[in-house]
């Protein structure tokens, strides 16, 4: 059984992703571009990246200003959120196995 001791070892710093060294960030982030571009909406998924997440508008009812729900969106405005929630997967999770 590991030791508190282990496990702090193995979460330590030499331990990241090989996307995160200085001499691989470039190469990781051909790729990605890359990948963002060949999927449906690409351009709107790397802007999202770069740009960061669309702000989402805003509406008054009865004197009270809330954020849009999704389903009031117009056809662009969820096309982009969608594109933003891709975007966040991509990152998160990473490029699938060549």
Not at 12 to 26: H, I, S, T, V
Not at 34 to 58: A, C, D, F
Request: aromatic content about 6%; proline content about 6%; some cysteine.
């Amino acid at each position: 059984m590991a030791s508190l001791a282990d496990k702090s070892i193995l979460s330590g710093a030499d331990n990241r992703p090989p996307m995160l060294e200085k001499d691989m960030y470039d190469s990781w982030r051909s790729r990605m571009e890359l990948y963002m571009l060949n999927r449906q909406h690409g351009r709107m998924i790397l802007e999202s990246v770069e740009h960061g997440p669309l702000l989402w508008p805003t509406i008054e009812e009865d004197g009270v200003t809330r954020v849009k729900k999704y389903s009031e969106l117009s056809a662009a405005e969820a096309t982009h959120a969608d594109c933003d929630v891709k975007a966040t997967n991509i990152i998160l999770q990473g490029l699938p196995p060549e």
